[in-house]
């Protein structure tokens, strides 16, 4: 211990007896790292932080989402059920032709308004948003969005349970 104590005490000395110019460089560096390293990182971060939370930010309306969150699926996970699923993901329901067929959601949409389909692949959306909630938007769609609609006009009610086993098959890939 007491040999530990003496190295710290001497290097704390030389540290005050540094010659002003390299302490004078280093003055100039720092605001110069700050500005060409920590500040393009930390802006960098925020634009994620920013396209994150508006990717996480709930859908429903706040007065309808205590009633969403209560419903949940009356389907089994059963492998025939997610295979329903896939069949209309891909066929009649044409989800594919804006989420993709890796769930990834695609960006290059000719006429697509407001913003990109969603990224089913997202574990922090799909831990984000429960059953019921992904219901409400089959039924109601994503207001602002080209997320329309599919209850009743494209979809049954059980049909859109078993597009939404497929939905959260991607989250577990
Ligand atoms: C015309 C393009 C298009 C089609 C077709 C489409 N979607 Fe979407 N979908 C979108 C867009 C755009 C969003 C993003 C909406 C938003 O950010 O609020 C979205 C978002 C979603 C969401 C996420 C909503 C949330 O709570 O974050 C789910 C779930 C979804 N779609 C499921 C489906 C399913 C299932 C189908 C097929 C039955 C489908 N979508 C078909 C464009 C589409």
Same mark, same amino acid.
């Given at each position: 211990?007491?040999?530990?104590?003496?190295?710290?005490?001497?290097?704390?000395?030389?540290?005050?007896?540094?010659?002003?110019?390299?302490?004078?460089?280093?003055?100039?560096?720092? /605001?110069?790292?700050?500005?060409?390293?920590? #500040?393009?990182?930390?802006?960098?971060?925020?634009?994620?932080?920013?396209?994150?939370?508006?990717?996480?930010?709930?859908?429903?309306?706040?007065?309808?989402?205590?009633?969403?969150?209560?419903?949940?699926?009356?389907? /089994?996970?059963?492998?025939?059920?997610?295979? !329903?699923? !896939?069949?209309?993901?891909?066929?009649?329901?044409?989800?594919?032709?804006?989420?993709?067929?890796?769930?990834?959601?695609?960006?290059?949409? /000719?006429?697509?308004?407001?913003?990109?389909?969603?990224?089913?692949?997202?574990?922090?959306?799909?831990?984000?948003?429960?059953?019921?909630?992904?219901?409400?938007?089959?039924?109601?769609?994503?207001?602002?969005?080209?997320?329309?609609?599919?209850?009743?006009?494209?979809?049954?009610?059980?049909?859109?349970?078993?597009?939404? #086993?497929?939905?959260?098959?991607?989250?577990?890939?």
């Amino acid at each position: 211990m007491a040999p530990c104590k003496t190295q710290d005490s001497k290097a704390g000395g030389s540290g005050t007896t540094l010659p002003p110019a390299s302490f004078a460089l280093r003055e100039t560096i720092r /605001p110069i790292l700050f500005v060409f390293v920590a #500040l393009p990182i930390l802006l960098a971060f925020c634009r994620a932080w920013a396209a994150d939370a508006d990717v996480l930010r709930p859908r429903v309306p706040p007065d309808q989402m205590e009633a969403a969150r209560a419903v949940a699926s009356p389907l /089994p996970r059963t492998p025939e059920n997610v295979e !329903k699923g !896939k069949a209309l993901y891909h066929g009649k329901a044409f989800c594919v032709t804006c989420h993709g067929r890796d769930g990834k959601g695609l960006g290059e949409i /000719p006429g697509l308004v407001g913003r990109l389909p969603r990224d089913f692949t997202d574990h922090a959306w799909q831990a984000a948003r429960t059953d019921g909630e992904l219901f409400w938007i089959l039924k109601n769609g994503s207001p602002g969005t080209d997320m329309g609609p599919f209850i009743p006009l494209i979809l049954t009610e059980e049909e859109a349970w078993q597009v939404l #086993l497929y939905v959260r098959s991607f989250g577990q890939q």
